[in-house]
């Protein structure tokens, strides 16, 4: 299974931050996965923001449940993240990472992509 996220790496204060990750290999309407979103800011550590399932539930980090969205185009095998009304303290290297619900672990990651958000 491969990941690659995708999107702006700058974005201005209050604007929505949006990515994209395009899977290979697998179905997101795999039952043995979900499709989940990370963040790490500089300094920091690793902070999970939420995940959608294969039948496209979706569950939120609490901090983040009012700004948060993750959505799934599943022709084209993605899933999104957006994240409303972003601030400087949402900087931060995003990847998205699989769920295998037979191991119980995030078993593929993609390689990371800096989004920087700043006037």
């Known amino acids: 299974v491969q990941l690659q996220e995708a999107g702006p790496g700058l974005v201005k204060p209050s604007q929505t931050l949006s990515l994209t990750c395009t899977v290979s290999n697998a179905t997101i309407t795999n039952t043995d996965y979900y499709w989940s979103w990370f963040r790490q800011p500089p300094g920091k550590g690793l902070e999970w923001m939420g995940v959608?399932?294969?039948?496209?539930?979706?569950y939120y980090s609490p901090s983040l449940k009012s700004r948060i969205s993750i959505s799934r185009d599943t022709p084209n095998n993605q899933f999104f993240l957006q994240l409303n009304s972003a601030t400087p303290e949402d900087t931060a290297v995003y990847y998205c990472?699989?769920?295998?619900?037979?191991?119980?672990?995030?078993?593929?990651w993609g390689q990371g992509i800096q989004v920087t958000v700043s006037s």
């Open positions: 990472a699989s769920v295998s619900l037979v191991r119980g672990a995030y078993d593929y």
């Open positions: 959608i399932g294969y039948e496209g539930r979706n």
